[in-house]
């Protein structure tokens, strides 16, 4: 229930990739006004998530979608937000720790991955 819960969080906020409206509010962000290459890390951002979170909630390739969640979560929490997981940043960093423990333990019983790579 937890990875469906997480890729469906992931899911959710990776279909804002295809909002223009919201996109162009995360430009306006102080992180991102002057950097050339913003469109780029806004859209890979949400691409990620997105990518992330369809692999997460089926449980497919569950492992690398969970480092592709870590990666993008922590840089969420650490370079856009300012660190602070204990107060501000915490709902990101959150996902860091919960997308940690299906890289160490995996998809479980109930996903692609047990049923089709199973040994």
Known sequence: MIRFTVGSFMIYHGLELFSAEKMNG??????????????????????AEL???????????????????????????????HGKVWYDDQHPFLFVLLALVF???????????????KK
Do not use: C, P
Request: hydrophobic share 55%.
């Open 26 to 47: 995360y430009l306006q962000w102080d992180l991102f006004k002057n950097s050339e290459s913003a469109k780029i890390m806004v859209y890979a951002g949400k691409a």
């Open 51 to 81: 990518t992330g979170g369809i692999l997460m909630f089926f449980g497919l390739f569950t492992r690398i979608a969970a480092i592709i969640l870590i990666v993008t979560m922590a840089y969420i929490s650490f370079f856009v937000g």
């Open 103 to 117: 890289l160490f333990m995996g998809g479980g019983r109930a996903s692609l991955d047990h049923i089709l790579f």
